[in-house]
């Protein structure tokens, strides 16, 4: 299977902007569906949104990330990207990446216990200061 890394995260004042990474190594990457999650201190894991595999890279966002977030990967870079703008307080935690075949089980990953993605970073902290 792949083995993910984040990078990027860091501190950010409210109303920047970042640009988180996801490097892949290992198994082809175009084999893998991607998303990208956070966890914020003292609250459940949520969904940011996931990426297909391949051909048109169709994207899933849930409707509580307010179209501030924008989810894309080079498959030939092995690498998936997260930009983030208009940064609020609210959105600091740590941002994790995973992998898994099927799409659908990276968007009900934080909805459906049985559904768990196979492959997990080991997250990324981002600090955004008021």
């Known amino acids: 299977q792949v083995q993910l890394v984040e990078s990027g995260g860091g501190l950010v004042q409210a109303g920047g902007s970042l640009r988180l990474s996801c490097a892949a190594s290992?198994?082809?990457?175009?084999?893998?569906?991607m998303g990208w999650f956070r966890q914020a201190p003292g609250k459940e894991r949520e969904l940011i949104g996931a990426?297909?595999?391949?051909?048109?890279?169709?994207?899933y966002y849930p409707d509580s990330m307010e179209g501030r977030f924008t989810i894309s990967r080079d498959n030939a870079k092995n690498t998936m990207y997260l930009q983030m703008n208009s940064l609020k307080p609210e959105d600091t935690a740590v941002y994790y990446c995973?992998?898994?075949?099927?799409?659908?089980?990276?968007?009900?990953?934080?909805?459906?216990?049985?559904?768990?993605?196979?492959?997990w970073g080991q997250g990324t902290l981002v600090t955004v200061s008021s």
């Open positions: 990426i297909s595999r391949r051909s048109g890279f169709s994207t």
């Open positions: 290992g198994r082809t990457f175009s084999n893998y569906a």
């Open positions: 995973a992998a898994d075949p099927v799409l659908h089980t990276l968007v009900v990953a934080t909805t459906d216990k049985d559904k768990n993605p196979g492959v």
